[in-house]
Nanobody
Framework: QVQLLESGGGLVQAGGSLRLSCAAS????????VGWFRQAPGEEREFVAA????????YYADSVKSRFTISRDNAKNTVYLQMNSLKPEDTAVYYC???????????????WGQGTQVTVSS
């Protein structure tokens, strides 16, 4: 069992940066892959980034590649999403999820956090 809690969201101007954190509890976290997804109002949930347990495999959506960086600190049971050069279209609720492998499909993940709101003003 893994419990996830996102933090770090907020309001930022276009071009700014935010760092999201996904803090986990549960013994299985150290061997779990973690994905970040986001959902804007009226839109489907979409993949943002994923990382495997050892940080040796990283995936990014094309829309965030070169702007976002996913990382993890297993000693702190935390996964981060550093978001730079933010755009208004990045506005969404951001969710982290844990599963066996780093996938781009939301149904591949077994555990989800409650989400954190990111709003980028133009």
């Amino acid at each position: 069992q893994v419990q996830l809690l996102e933090s770090g969201g907020g309001l930022v101007q276009a071009g700014g940066s935010l760092r999201l954190s996904c803090a986990a509890s549960g013994r299985a976290f150290g061997t779990s892959a973690v994905g970040w997804f986001r959902q804007a109002p009226g839109e489907e949930r979409e993949f943002v980034a994923a990382i495997n347990w050892s940080s040796s495999i990283l995936y990014y959506a094309d829309s965030v590649k070169s702007r976002f960086t996913i990382s993890r600190d297993n000693a702190k049971n935390t996964v981060y999403l550093q978001m730079n050069s933010l755009k208004p279209e990045d506005t969404a609720v951001y969710y982290c999820a844990a599963g066996a492998r780093p996938r781009q499909i939301s149904t591949s993940y077994d555990y989800w956090g409650q989400g954190t709101q990111v709003t980028v003003s133009s």
